[in-house]
């Protein structure tokens, strides 16, 4: 940590662009409705997730609008993962803050079901991770998947995440309690 105590004051207070191999990580815009209607449709995702079970306008743009207050509150940055040739979103990818006077912040995601098995996910890690190990006091960068979610835990392990172990009834998933891989990467792994 080379001497800098974790302060979640010490992060930008504005919303960075981050650009990798196939992705931009960027703010919701309004125009990416369509992604949040497709996971909205999903069997998991609105039950890990604050996207809503519904498709309708209003739900919509609520949950867009809820992004950009992500970090204002001080949660922490939920950027729209957007294909880099065509700036279409994807998905969803969270750097959460709330453990930041540990050192330590944490990352959550989602890729719509059609954007699947493309690297997306794998590409928003590596890039979200890499930066937020850069930020002062940060040395950690963690995440939990589902031990049956292969997809989710090869991205995390491409993105030079190491499993660290099972959770065992971690993390809500809906109203039951589940079990949950323990992944991190840390400033020594960048």
Do not use: K
């Amino acid at each position: 940590m080379s001497g800098v105590t974790p302060d979640a004051s010490t992060l930008p207070s504005t919303m960075p662009t981050l650009r990798a191999r196939s992705v931009v990580l960027r703010s919701f815009r309004e125009t990416d409705a369509d992604v949040v209607r497709e996971a909205s449709a999903d069997p998991l995702i609105p039950l890990i997730s604050t996207v809503p079970t519904s498709s309708g306008d209003d739900a919509v743009m609520a949950y867009i609008h809820r992004q950009h207050s992500r970090l204002p509150e001080g949660e922490g940055y939920s950027f729209a993962i957007a294909d880099a040739a065509s700036d279409r979103a994807v998905g969803q990818i969270g750097l959460w803050i709330r453990d930041m006077r540990f050192g330590r912040l944490a990352v959550g995601y989602w890729v719509a079901a059609t954007s699947r098995r493309r690297g997306y996910a794998t590409d928003a890690l590596a890039c979200v991770s890499g930066w937020g190990l850069s930020l002062p006091g940060v040395n950690r960068v963690e995440l939990s998947v589902e031990p049956w979610n292969e997809g989710s835990w090869r991205a995390a392990e491409s993105a030079g995440f190491r499993r660290e172990g099972l959770l065992r009834r971690w993390q809500p998933v809906g109203d039951e309690p589940r079990d949950m891989f323990m992944y991190s990467r840390l400033c020594d792994d960048v």
